[in-house]
């Protein structure tokens, strides 16, 4: 019986009709093993993954192949997206074994849950030197039957591995000029000075990395680092992985130039390239940087906002092309005949020649993903906006792309932060009230009665699965962001209220931090990863907040363990830059104080804007005015307008400028 139909998921519930006999993740299902005998296949994958769907077509809808698995394993499907915390033990085990991972995930676990054999996608029959599934399938059930002993060697072997993995601590001490110094030094060595980003393909875009090279250029002024972080944004501004007519961006680009790229849409990548870009048009006042800030939030606006006011996960990479077959990017590409069938033949030769599209494409059957070419030269701006709005109003008329309609509370945190600062920045009122509109959401559904986050909700139900790390640290990001551009202090009582969370549930001894609460259910290892990915690692988002929470309210427990957190920076960073810019953004902040901004006067008024713009890494702003000013946040406490203007006060490490009332003064103090 498949047990998947009253599940949340969009993904899980994408195998409710297979014939395979699925588990969600749940003690009976190993209880169920137990009584069986058999081994448990744990499946793990997620709504926008394409091969995941091609595996589910392949081997979990056909009916030899779910008939063999159902007599012969229990198999578990996991949404990696709900449960990061299964995903990121097995997934640890899976790269250790192997050398590699990915998605989908197929592990091979006894009833105990301990990992035995691993892999990731396996064909229906054997292709490239990879057994079919239906090999391994048979394989394991032989040693299961035959070499149980083996089985439960290898088994022990590899928790007890698991377990010598856990990190002591963070490392000894913060984060000084020396670590940064050599981070940024490893980030050169492996930065591509002809296409921008680092490192080859596939290529992912570095928004971490980014926002670490734009807050040290701030903080020391070095144009190396702003040049990096610029180049980096125009190579993805322009290239395969924008999309070109709707905004947003890709998952990454499958090839080094940015050309190709992997079509899934994802809120967190889409909501901390909304941020880069906003923050890239503060330091540089670059037209093109505010273009992509705002077009992306919109972008995340009209195609991933639910109708309660959340961020849906994902747009899938696949759709049906116009034969009705179901293949990746067919949304998205186009012929040089698709464009002359809905432009004419001299405004698709001058399409072709503006976004790159060949006779001989750049995909796959002479389709061409759009593009803006180095080489296509000058170009009439009104022609492009009226070729560019044919060609999305004719794409509207495609099948669309499938959506994951789960909000997950961490990725609806880093949607806040860039809408609520893209909005302010922009003068843009609509964006902040969606971004208060996802902050409501979280605290009336993922917070609700419980008083602890939950991971997931869709259609406002809050799922079953509590909220781990990460959620906590970007959902209280997202809320001091608010704060600063609203001026309401209850945001910054929310952050609180989950950072001390964090103080209770999280955290260890010497400033480590767990992925998990301590009362959450017991995996085989409490999985604890410092490591930014896709994301900001719990660890670093933590960090980050914590920080931004002291300097708001003075709080000493809570700078201590912003500080121990970062311990593991200093340790991390010169050796591999790339997977800790969200933990080298917050050093950068930890390095320049970070500078705490009062503004004694309306909110959204010229000195709040200003010190909203300000360029000083990781600066905490109030603003409020009257009497009850200082009851919403604590730094506007004693501090009054002088001679009845709005006034701005500036302090970092104890010490305070005078205040000021002039908006230029205030710039030149914030960096602006």
């Known amino acids: 019986m498949n047990r998947l139909a009253g599940v949340t998921s969009p993904y899980l519930l994408q195998h409710a009709d297979n014939p395979v006999d699925w588990w969600p993740w749940a003690p009976e299902a190993f209880e169920e093993a137990r009584r069986r005998d058999v081994p448990v296949l744990l499946s793990v994958g997620y709504s926008a993954c394409h091969w995941c769907h091609v595996m589910a077509h392949e081997s979990f809808e056909d009916d030899e192949t779910a008939a063999y698995l159902n007599a012969h394993f229990v198999p578990v499907k996991v949404d990696r997206e709900e449960r990061p915390d299964v995903d990121a033990v097995y997934m640890e ?43 391994v399938l048979e394989g394991v059930t032989t040693a299961w039957t035959d070499r149980r002993e083996e089985v439960a060697e290898v088994a022990g072997r590899i928790v007890a591995d698991l377990a010598g993995r856990s990190l002591v601590h963070g490392g000894d001490g913060v984060p000084g000029e020396s670590e940064v110094a050599q981070a940024l030094l490893g980030l050169t060595r492996e930065y591509d000075e002809q296409h921008g980003g680092f490192g080859g393909a596939p290529k992912f875009p570095p928004a971490m990395a980014v926002e670490f090279l734009l807050r040290h250029h701030a903080r020391t002024g070095a144009e190396g680092a702003l040049q990096m972080a610029a180049d980096t944004c125009t190579a993805m501004a322009r290239g395969g992985i924008y999309d070109q007519l ?32 906003a923050h890239l048009w503060r330091a540089t006042g670059s037209d093109e940087a505010r273009r992509i800030a705002l077009e992306t939030a919109d972008f995340m606006v009209r195609e991933l906002r639910t109708a309660e006011g959340g961020f849906a996960s994902a747009l899938d990479a696949d759709s049906e092309d116009a034969e009705g077959r179901h293949v990746e990017g067919a949304y998205y590409v186009w012929t040089p005949e698709q464009l002359r069938d809905v432009l004419g033949e001299d405004d698709a030769a001058f399409a072709a020649a503006c976004f790159g599209v060949t006779e001989e494409g750049t995909f796959e059957e002479g389709a061409s993903v759009l593009r803006l070419p180095g080489d296509a030269g000058p170009v009439d701006a009104a022609r492009v906006a009226g070729v560019r709005a044919r060609l999305l109003a004719a794409r509207d008329e495609r099948p669309h792309p499938g959506r994951d309609n789960k909000v997950v509370a961490a990725w609806n945190g880093l949607a806040i932060a860039a809408l609520a600062e893209t909005g302010a920045y922009f003068d843009r009122p609509d964006l902040v009230e969606r971004a208060t509109e996802a902050a409501d959401l979280l605290v009336r559904v993922h917070l609700g009665e419980v008083a602890r986050l939950t991971r997931t909700s869709k259609d406002g139900r809050a799922g079953d699965n509590a909220g781990v790390l990460e959620d906590y640290g970007d959902v209280a990001e997202g809320f001091l962001a608010l704060a600063a551009v609203t001026g309401e202090g209850a945001w910054l009582e929310f952050a609180g209220f989950l950072l001390d969370i964090v103080l209770e549930q999280f955290t260890g001894e010497g400033g480590q931090l767990f992925d998990t609460a301590h009362d959450a259910e017991q995996l085989i290892r409490r999985p604890q990863d410092p490591t930014d990915s896709a994301t900001p690692s719990g660890w670093t988002a933590a960090a980050g907040a914590l920080l931004s929470y002291a300097a708001y309210t003075g709080s000493e427990p809570h700078r201590t363990a912003a500080e121990g957190a970062l311990g593991v920076v200093k340790a991390l960073g010169p050796r591999v830059p790339r997977f800790v810019g969200w933990g080298l953004a917050v050093a950068e902040a930890l390095l320049d104080g970070p500078r705490e901004v009062a503004v004694a006067g309306p909110v959204g008024g010229e000195l709040h804007r ?63």
């Not at 085990?93 to 592990?107: D, N, R």
């Open 93 to 135: 085990a899976v790269q250790a074994a192997t050398g590699h991972g990915g998605w989908p995930m197929t592990v091979f676990l006894t009833p105990d849950a301990e990992p035995f054999y691993f892999g990731t996608y396996f064909p229906p029959e054997p292709r490239h030197g990879s057994p079919s599934f239906q090999q």
């Open 610 to 672: 200003t010190a909203l713009l300000g360029r000083a890494p990781g600066a905490v702003v109030a603003a409020g005015e009257g009497p009850g000013a200082g009851a919403e946040f604590p730094l506007l406490v004693d501090r009054p307008p002088v001679g009845g203007e709005p006034t701005a006060y500036v302090c970092r490490h104890f010490v305070c400028d005078a205040p000021t009332t002039d908006a230029g003064e205030l710039a030149d103090k914030l960096g602006g």
């Open 246 to 277: 709707g905004g947003g961006f890709a998952r990454y680009s499958v090839d080094r130039e940015w050309i190709v790229p992997h079509f899934e849409k994802m809120l967190y990548d889409n909501a901390l390239l909304c941020r880069v870009y």
